[in-house]
């Protein structure tokens, strides 16, 4: 047994977890250099949600935020999340984006790029599978994993030879609900090893408690690499501390080979952060307990807070229980997806009005009937095709790939963007935010002529013209 390979997820996935995915560049810059000689087998740092904080609340270019966390990090393999045909953004996109954002990711400095679909509908993921190899990037395929009658082992298993015969170089079992609980772990990775030959990874947050423990016979039955957080930003919903991870494996058949000592000081630099994080009252410290409720609801933390909110927002937060209990069922309806962005948002939105309004499907959503329609791809078990009629009308299905109906659109998004374009990834901001980016390439320009001015002033008063 090789050791076994840590990716350490604190510059992406655990701010983005207990954060909001506020964290700074300016706040990660000073450790950086400190974790690169660490021995992390990645470091999980883009992609995500981090792409459009970036813009929307940090005022910071996600793209130099990638190049600067390169040249800082020159010894360790950087990772990112991307959604398959949906990229960083919420619909899907055209081939040709697609495979330019892949492009851009990997020349800028993404080794690995760790792509899902919502659906686990393998059309959605070929393109940008292809694209990553066609780059030299390693594509690793994320199956979502979650609970029903339908998501048996060789459902899994299924998937995973697929994803294998698509050319992924290795798979990670998502956990994103925290739904896996440690025997299942222990079986699962020994049947998805057992039908595939390419490594498999185990990405599971901490919200049911048990992360800790699905990691440890997750290892024994043969996962190749594990997930974890800096201690001071794991737990909750995020991961299980790297440390103690580590420390689990230590003079172990698997042990990762990274120092403990080592490790104080990455963590020492993230605990003062999240004193100021609490402090600021960004990171609210019961977000860091255990929630057991996850394994009956079975729905993401983040998912459970948008509903709660929606429910407030219509003064209606008494009927959370209520709507916990349509979730489920407007899931069987629209064919079983696994609740992962964005399909977590779709139902989870369904469900509320379905329960405020008083009558189901009264009021349908705009993305609800799309889900149903097949506008993000072939759901895990077909839709009854009354229920399909009762949401759609007269509207027909798509059966098809969902970009297949999409033509080209790199030229048109250029076109649209062109006023702003400092640099080529501008274009890909753009499109994948096209109401957010405006805004930040705005205030880019701004700043910009703002220091230009105050440069100017200073060499008015020495040498006036």
Not at 96 to 121: C, H, M, P, T, W
Not at 429 to 442: G, H, L, R, W
């Amino acid at each position: 047994m090789a050791k076994l390979k840590i990716t350490e997820t604190v510059l992406r996935d655990a701010h983005q977890s207990l954060l909001a995915t506020r964290m700074t560049l300016d706040e990660m810059l000073p450790i950086l250099s400190t974790m690169d000689k660490i021995g992390f087998y990645s470091a999980e740092c883009w992609g995500g949600a981090t792409f459009d904080s970036c813009i929307r609340f940090l005022d910071e270019c996600p793209w130099d935020r990638l190049r600067t966390i390169r040249k800082e990090m020159p010894n360790t393999k950087l990772q990112m999340l991307f959604r398959g045909q949906n990229m960083l953004g919420y619909r899907h996109y055209a081939d040709d984006l697609v495979e330019y954002f892949v492009q851009k990711s990997i020349a800028n400095g993404i080794d690995i790029i760790r792509i899902f679909d919502a659906l686990n509908d393998i059309r959605n993921l070929e393109t940008a599978i292809n694209a990553a190899k066609k780059e030299q990037g390693h594509a690793q395929v994320a199956i979502s994993y979650t609970l029903g009658e339908v998501f048996t082992h060789e459902y899994y298993m299924n998937y995973a030879k697929q994803v294998e015969s698509a050319g992924a170089d290795s798979i990670c079992i998502k956990d994103m609900a925290a739904l896996l609980t440690p025997y299942e772990a222990e079986t699962l990775v020994r049947d998805i090893k057992s039908a595939v030959s390419i490594p498999v990874q185990l990405h599971t947050h901490y919200t049911s408690g048990l992360a800790s423990m699905c990691i440890l016979k997750a290892v024994e039955a043969g996962a190749d690499a594990v997930d974890t957080a800096m201690s001071p930003l794991a737990l909750g919903t995020s991961h299980a501390p790297t440390e103690s991870i580590v420390a689990t494996f230590k003079g172990t058949e698997y042990d990762t080979g990274i120092d403990l000592v080592a490790l104080t000081e990455v963590r020492d630099f993230f605990m003062k952060l999240r004193k100021k994080y609490i402090d600021s009252g960004l990171l609210d410290p019961s977000m860091l307990a255990t929630d057991a409720n996850a394994l009956i609801y079975q729905v993401p933390g983040g998912m459970l807070s948008n509903l709660l909110s929606q429910l407030k927002q219509a003064g209606k937060a008494d009927q959370l229980d209520e709507v916990l209990k349509e979730v489920p069922r407007v899931r069987k309806d629209s064919g079983f997806p696994p609740l992962v962005t964005p399909t977590s948002q779709i139902v989870g939105t369904q469900a509320v009005f379905n329960v405020i309004t008083g009558e189901r499907y009264k009021t349908v959503t705009k993305e609800f009937k799309g889900l149903v329609k097949g506008e993000y791809g072939k759901t895990p078990v077909d839709i009854d095709p009354e229920f399909r009629k009762k949401i759609l009308g007269d509207e027909q299905p798509i059966t098809c790939r969902p970009a297949d109906q999409l033509a080209p659109e790199f030229e048109a998004m250029k076109a649209e963007a062109a006023e702003w374009i400092e640099q080529e990834e501008d274009i890909l901001t753009y499109a994948m935010f096209p109401k957010v980016a405006p805004k930040y390439f705005e205030k880019r320009r701004d700043r910009k002529l703002g220091i230009d001015a105050d440069h100017a002033d200073k060499v008015n008063k020495v040498h006036p013209v």
